[in-house]
């Protein structure tokens, strides 16, 4: 990835599959799109802004000098587990009024702040693929590195925000048992994340194979 060019098609796609994998972000931001309305679930999706930038700027200056604790990793996915596992029962637990939102857009994006900072998943990607990648492109043309994170995220926040819209566009024709039932079954997606991230936190402590 040694041009600009590269790095924009690296960026579109890497930031595409993350943006579209399943996760407790994504999760989240159907769960708030279809509480709240459109802009708490763009607020949620906007939150790798603001979590990401020191972890990124932390991975660029300390991976040359330090490899990744396993022991820290292990405390946040533990961290994760238990908040997503706290989201996953207050939506289990949701009984309708679907024209009263429970929490305002500007919480919500807290909510995705606080969601994606204890998500193992950006301190994995920068601390090893996100981080090599631009670390060895800006040996070769900073101006390059840039526009793979630039892009990474535009396409990231990008597809989750689209998500927010479809759901906000259509949500609106579910009967309110179906409105019911589909945050009830995020919940329980959301309690297999919590499953997931505590089993990665037994694989960073060495407890058991991640």
Do not use: C, H
Request: charged fraction near 10%; hydrophobic fraction near 60%.
């Amino acid at each position: 990835m040694s041009t600009v060019g590269d790095a924009l098609v690296s960026g579109a796609f890497l930031g595409l599959s993350a943006g579209w994998s399943p996760g407790p972000l994504l999760t989240l931001v159907i769960t708030e799109t279809l509480r709240a309305g459109v802009a708490s679930g763009i607020r949620v999706a906007a939150a790798p802004l603001i979590t990401d930038t020191p972890i990124i700027l932390v991975a660029l200056i300390l991976m040359p000098r330090l490899n990744t604790s396993m022991a820290v990793m292990g405390v946040i996915s533990l961290a994760g587990a238990v908040f997503i596992a706290w989201m996953a029962v207050e939506s289990m637990a949701f009984k309708g009024s679907p024209g009263k939102a429970q929490a305002g857009p500007q919480a919500s994006l807290w909510r995705g702040v606080l969601a994606n900072a204890l998500n193992p998943s950006p301190y994995l990607f920068w601390f090893t693929v996100g981080g090599a990648l631009v670390l060895r492109t800006a040996d070769q043309d900073r101006a390059a590195a840039a526009a793979f994170i630039l892009t990474f995220y535009l396409f990231l926040v990008g597809s989750k925000m689209v998500l927010a819209l479809a759901v906000g566009r259509y949500g609106r024709f579910l009967q309110s048992r179906v409105y019911v039932w589909t945050l009830r079954l995020l919940g329980i997606v959301l309690l297999a994340f919590a499953g997931r991230f505590l089993w990665q936190a037994a694989g960073f402590f060495g407890w058991m194979a991640p």
